[in-house]
């Protein structure tokens, strides 16, 4: 709560407004309606990557909502212990975020990358469905934290570059709205799964849905290209 609360100081006194007065009030219209949402989906290439934006949290959030409870009963682990599997998962992201994708992203372009994040992801959604000693859980949070450090911002950056200046509040507006609907689903959805089905299911789901995503990707990865 304290460093929520200092992130929203600080975008209030030291972030500057990026859009221009006169295109607010149209841009706040367009976000808060169906017909707004509509439209900047309808922007070319914008709709195919709020799907994968989607897609990709419905699936990760899967494993967020549902991880300390598998671990309890796969490796026996308690809540304190899987907070180090946590925060390991965490690092491996910062870091590809926090600098290895600024190399990655003009050697192999964000479509590219969007279509590899998506495949690692799942081999770590996958590999996590057979984890039942350390070595292997290493394994699997690897290739997830690599997949979604890879797959995230580099969706953000390609729906950054090919829209308009004028209409990126209101897409990423959607963009963000979309993930938030996709969390509030995948966490119920997950924890009726492991609870009802197996402790696995919820990570077979995640790869499912990734396998998804990644056909939306592929089929569309020319024209994103252009």
Same mark, same amino acid.
């Given at each position: 709560?304290?460093?929520?609360?200092?992130?929203?100081?600080?975008?209030?006194?030291?972030? =500057?407004?990026?859009?221009?007065?006169?295109?607010?009030?149209?841009?706040?219209?367009?976000?808060?309606?169906?017909?707004?949402?509509?439209?900047?989906?309808?922007? =070319?290439?914008?709709?195919?990557?709020?799907?994968?934006?989607?897609?990709?949290?419905?699936?990760?959030?899967?494993?967020?909502?549902?991880?300390?409870?598998?671990?309890? +009963?796969?490796? +026996?682990?308690?809540?304190?212990?899987?907070?180090?599997?946590?925060?390991?998962?965490?690092?491996?992201?910062?870091?590809?975020?926090?600098?290895?994708?600024?190399?990655?992203?003009?050697?192999?372009?964000?479509?590219?990358?969007?279509?590899?994040?998506?495949?690692?992801?799942?081999?770590?959604?996958?590999?996590?469905?057979?984890?039942?000693?350390?070595?292997?859980?290493?394994?699997?949070? %690897?290739?997830?934290?690599?997949?979604?450090?890879?797959?995230?911002?580099?969706?953000?950056?390609?729906?950054?570059?090919?829209?308009?200046?004028?209409?990126?509040?209101?897409?990423?507006? %959607?963009?963000?709205?979309?993930?938030?609907?996709?969390?509030?689903?995948?966490?119920?959805?997950?924890?009726?799964?492991?609870?009802?089905?197996?402790?696995?299911?919820?990570?077979?789901?995640?790869?499912?849905?990734?396998?998804?995503?990644?056909?939306?990707?592929?089929?569309?990865?020319?024209?994103?290209?252009?």
């Amino acid at each position: 709560a304290a460093f929520s609360t200092l992130a929203w100081v600080l975008v209030l006194f030291r972030l =500057p407004e990026s859009r221009p007065r006169e295109n607010r009030a149209r841009e706040a219209a367009r976000t808060l309606s169906w017909r707004g949402i509509a439209d900047t989906a309808a922007l =070319p290439g914008v709709g195919r990557l709020v799907s994968i934006g989607f897609l990709a949290v419905l699936a990760f959030a899967a494993f967020e909502g549902t991880f300390a409870l598998f671990l309890g +009963h796969r490796l +026996h682990w308690d809540a304190q212990t899987a907070a180090f599997a946590f925060a390991g998962l965490g690092f491996i992201s910062a870091i590809v975020q926090g600098g290895l994708i600024r190399r990655l992203v003009p050697r192999f372009g964000e479509v590219r990358l969007i279509l590899i994040g998506l495949i690692v992801a799942a081999c770590g959604f996958a590999g996590l469905t057979q984890v039942s000693n350390i070595p292997g859980l290493i394994g699997a949070l %690897t290739l997830l934290g690599l997949g979604q450090g890879i797959l995230s911002p580099s969706v953000s950056g390609l729906v950054s570059r090919i829209t308009p200046v004028s209409e990126q509040g209101a897409v990423f507006g %959607t963009l963000s709205s979309a993930q938030t609907l996709a969390r509030m689903i995948s966490y119920s959805t997950a924890n009726f799964l492991l609870g009802r089905v197996s402790m696995a299911a919820p990570y077979w789901g995640a790869f499912g849905v990734d396998l998804i995503a990644l056909a939306i990707a592929g089929s569309g990865s020319r024209r994103l290209r252009q």
